[in-house]
């Protein structure tokens, strides 16, 4: 009979990292990709026209690659060094205040461009993080299932990102909309739950 609860906990501690994994994954996703339905309502606000919303908005996509390819390289391997579950928990939190700051800052275009710069630095760590705790927490036999789910949010945050965040800046405005994803970065206390050795 112990040994039976015991797989039980097993199972459901598993399942719930699974879901931390997902969940994070998804709203790091939306965090990284809201500004691309933003952009035409900041190039509104900014007065921009077609050739500047291309200039501009290119230099505001591309410059959270710069900081996210630095971060994949360089900060990343501390993943190894403070663990998965702290790197994790960095990373949700670091992405979540950026997110917010660019609804803050977001008015003057260079600190946007900044706040972009240090999102994708703040990223780059999500997937070795993630990557990490799979490895800490499941067989060989149920990683690739695992790994498969979380980074199948990036297909749905594709589907949710226009359907959510297009509606919630018609109804309030383009600043908001980074509030509430630095919300949902923010709310996911669970994350800390994620226990790896």
């Known amino acids: 009979m112990e040994k039976s ?13 699974a879901s931390i994994l997902f969940f994070a994954t998804l709203v790091g996703y939306i965090a990284r990709v809201n500004v691309s339905v933003a ?6 606000e900014y007065g921009w026209g077609s050739e500047q919303l291309g200039e501009f908005g290119g230099i505001l996509l591309g410059i959270f690659l710069v900081g996210y390819g630095i971060s994949n390289v360089l900060i990343s391997p501390l993943v190894d060094y403070f663990g998965p579950r702290k790197s994790l928990l960095v990373t949700v939190f670091a992405w979540s205040v950026f997110t917010f700051l660019t609804g803050v800052l977001g008015v003057f275009f260079m600190m946007f461009v900044v706040a972009r710069l240090f999102l994708g630095l703040s990223q780059g760590v999500l997937f070795p993080s993630a990557s990490k705790v799979v490895q800490a927490w499941f067989p060989p036999s149920a990683r690739s299932r695992i790994n498969a789910l979380y ?6 945050s594709n589907l949710l990102v226009p359907l959510l965040l297009i509606p919630l800046i018609i109804a309030t405005n383009w600043q908001s909309m980074f509030f509430v994803v630095a919300a949902a970065g923010l709310g996911l206390p669970q994350v800390r739950r994620c226990r790896a050795s």
């Open 5 to 17: 609860e015991a797989m039980k906990f097993v199972r459901r501690r598993a399942a719930l990292i």
């Open 39 to 44: 952009l035409p309502f900041v190039a509104d």
């Open 151 to 156: 980074l199948s949010s990036g297909f749905v």
